[in-house]
Structures are given as C-alpha cells and as structure tokens.
C-alpha cells in the first residue's frame, strides 16, 4: 500500500478516521496524506470541536488541518505525512484524491451531518464512486483500536470478489490477525415439516453450495497469504444480518462492490460508480467497525 489518504473536517468523526489512517499507516510503512476541502465551511453550522473559537475563511480551513496534521505526526512516528487543502465540493474534491491514493478514509459524518442519520452523505457518496477502495470510519472503542483481531469479510453468490478478498487478506497480514469469510445462505422452505431437507435435520443443499462458493472466493487468497488464519464461515439468514452479526466483534468489515453507468445527473455522460444494493447499504449504516467498499472491475 503506497498511500493512504485521510479526509477530515474537524469533526470528532473525522478525527476518528484520521487515527484510524494514521494507525495503518504505521502497520504498512506507508505515505500518509491529509487532505481538507474548506468549501465545507459554507454549508456547515458548527464548528470543529477542537476550538472554542469562530475564526473565519481561509484561516479556518488551515487551523483544521494544521491541527489534524499535527495530531497524525504526533501519533504515528517514523511516517510520512502531507496535508494540502483542497478547492472545491468535498465529494469531488475526494474522488479526484481516490485516483491518487490506494486508500481513501473517511469519518461516517462530517460537522453538519444529523446525530440521528447514521451515515453522511459525503461518506455514502464517496464509498460509491471511488476509484479506490474507501474505509469509513464507524463504531467505538475496541473496533477502531483494532484489539478484536478479526477481519470480515463478505463474498457473494458468484464468489466473484477476488479484490475485495485480497483487500481483506493483505489487511490481515499487516495486522497479524485472521479473516472471517462469511457466505450466507437462505432456504425458502425452511420451516415447511413435509419438505425433504427439514425431515430428520437433513442437511440442506443450500448450504453446502455456500460452503463451496466460499472456498472457490478465498482460494487465491490463502495460496498468497498463507500465513493469514481464515475462519470460515456459512450461516443461514439474511446476508446483511449475519455480516452485522459477524461485526460485533471486527475490527474491519470487507465488502466488494460493482462497477456500474451512473443514473445520476449530476455524474455526468459517461460516467460510472459502484452499485451498492442493500447488503452494502446496510452493512455502512450500521456496522458497529469500520467498513472497506472495494471496487469490483
């Protein structure tokens, strides 16, 4: 990992992710930059929490990151650290940073995000059209300090997800801790008495299909990591819900996501996002750790 990037405001979240980067950083040996794009400063109505102060235009994007600069270097000794403040739209303003960087971390809300809303819309927005994978930052304690020592990682029904399995791979080696591999599967008879799989406890077919995809998902992975633990996984339920369940105790959740046209307007012709369905929709609203949205190609 070359570089990472961190993007911050001077919200308590942002701040969040800022150590979250910086802490990686030190596990990888990489660049860290830091950048601010102080066109927030308009559309926000607080002010970071770090000053009891109101300073005003430029002064008060460059003690932001100053401050945020400051905190990093403190903080991860021995790492490279840049900071530059950037001009425009955060959202634009990220997704050029994302072409530059092999990693883009961001806080779940920024200064003017809703206590009530679980996740930002820069965050949302950011984790679906980045040219890189994007970490949001969330959850308390423990998962951003990284002591659960568990990596989850979520693969689909195709298994087609070989970058988000390696994302989740290479994450767990320079953590030193082992990958969840989770594959969930569901049985629309289950609970009808007369049908063949729920007489006598017979196993269901389902079941080891996922059990298989799984396999097939990781298998590059363990040949190029074969120091990595791998824990897997094949409950049934719901895919949302047993990842969220594997996350209570997870210091990263992984998921792949595909790249797809752009429906909206404002993107552009020609332009094209990752396509987060529900799974990911939900995983990034209310995973209690971080979460890595890697593109597909």
């Not at 819309?121 to 949001?136: G, H, K, M």
Request: hydrophobic share 45%; with cysteine.
């Amino acid at each position: 990992m070359r570089k990472l990037v961190a993007g911050v405001d001077g919200s308590d979240a942002s701040l969040a992710a800022l150590d979250w980067a910086v802490a990686e950083s030190v596990r990888r040996g990489a660049e860290l930059r830091i950048v601010y794009a102080p066109l927030w400063e308009p559309y926000e109505r607080t002010w970071p929490e770090f000053t009891a102060t109101r300073p005003r235009g430029r002064s008060v994007a460059e003690h932001v990151l100053v401050t945020a600069a400051d905190r990093a270097r403190e903080q991860g000794r021995g790492i490279e650290v840049e900071a530059e403040l950037l001009s425009g739209d955060p959202v634009p303003a990220l997704l050029r940073e994302a072409e530059k960087g092999t990693v883009l971390v961001v806080g779940d809300r920024g200064r003017g995000g809703h206590d009530a809303l679980p996740l930002g819309s820069v965050a949302l927005t950011v984790a679906a059209r980045a040219a890189c994978p994007v970490v949001v930052v969330r959850g308390e304690g423990a998962a951003r300090r990284g002591e659960f020592g568990r990596v989850v990682l979520g693969t689909g029904n195709d298994g087609a997800e070989p970058a988000a399995v390696d994302f989740a791979f290479r994450v767990a080696q320079a953590r030193g801790c082992r990958v969840t591999a989770v594959h969930s599967w569901r049985s629309p008879e289950r609970g009808v008495a007369t049908h063949a799989h729920t007489l006598g406890g017979a196993p269901d077919p389902r079941m080891r299909e996922a059990e298989w995809a799984l396999g097939r998902a990781v298998r590059t992975a363990m040949e190029r990591h074969p120091n990595v633990p791998l824990e897997r996984q094949s409950p049934e339920g719901l895919p949302r819900d047993t990842l969220l369940t594997a996350a209570a105790e997870a210091d990263l959740v992984v998921l792949g996501a595909r790249r797809t046209p752009l429906a909206d307007a404002t993107a552009g012709a020609g332009a094209t996002g990752i396509q987060l369905g529900p799974v990911s929709h939900g995983v990034l609203h209310l995973a209690p750790c971080p979460v890595a949205v890697v593109r597909e190609d």
